[in-house]
């Protein structure tokens, strides 16, 4: 517990320089490009016309949390991924050295097609840039994970409301008390994001949710935010804090893809590029092609 709380303190001083710029996540929508479909998403953030979340992009498509490690890492991440499969849900891997993840897109490019990137050095967050060209090398090895925009959009089609996809936000995020399973060097506690609902609407949301065990599943934890570590719901590490409780409302907690940000600080790699939270990497893949049944 101590530790969670010592990791949330932690990243939010790293992230407190960049406050001032979540303030204003809306510039990209009249920017003169069309936000339905993956490959202008894409290209709109490869020419910097997309600078802020991508929640309301390219509806019906998958978008992934990116994790970028030198190939030293790889394998020991990618057992940490298998025995995490809730929070990081792997879909795809790249070659050593390759920036494509032709599984995922055509003319998909890890290196510019983001909207926002997060540089880490020896678990450390010491940048945030719209470019990782400069840094890209020949043995460096691209991870997407699984994200929970794509089971945003099951509810919203079921006719549950998500509130920050309504607002173009990303869910409040918070480190956990709940321990992942380590693998090597790479272990520390879940981040999980929420999203409040009305009771009847959270058990719609089991049900809805359970069929994209790729993009994080089922919700893992109900009500009582302080059973998993989470002191103030007003105040979460990661995203934007306006999305509060209603009255009449329960928080319903996810498994996060930024899980991965909050492991750093233990694995300490020596270089690690990781998306910035809610500036996702928009695929191909239709969210359906996930659903389980």
Known sequence: MAEALELAEHIGAATAATAVRDLDKEGHRDAGFDQRHPVTVRHAARRGLLTGYTAQCAPGYVQA?????DASHAD???????????PCPLLDVSE?????????????DVRTDLPSYRIWREGELVEEVADVSALWRDDLVAFALGCGFSTDQALLNAGIPVRHVERNESAGMYVTNIETVAAGQFKGPMVVTMR???PSAAIRAIQV???FPHCHGAPIHIGRPEQIGIKDLLRPDFGPKTIKIQDDEIPVFWACGVTPQAVLRYAKPPLCI???????????????SLALF
Do not use: A, E, S, Y
């Open 65 to 69: 949390n990116l994790v970028i490690l």
């Open 274 to 288: 990781t998306h910035t939270p809610g500036h996702m990497l928009v695929t191909d893949l239709t969210n359906d």
């Open 209 to 211: 949710t359970t069929r």
């Open 76 to 86: 020991g991440f990618t057992r940490f991924c298998q025995r995490n499969p809730k």
């Open 196 to 198: 409040p609902l009305m």
């Open 96 to 108: 050593v050295g390759d920036f494509r993840l032709p599984r995922l897109g055509n003319d998909l």
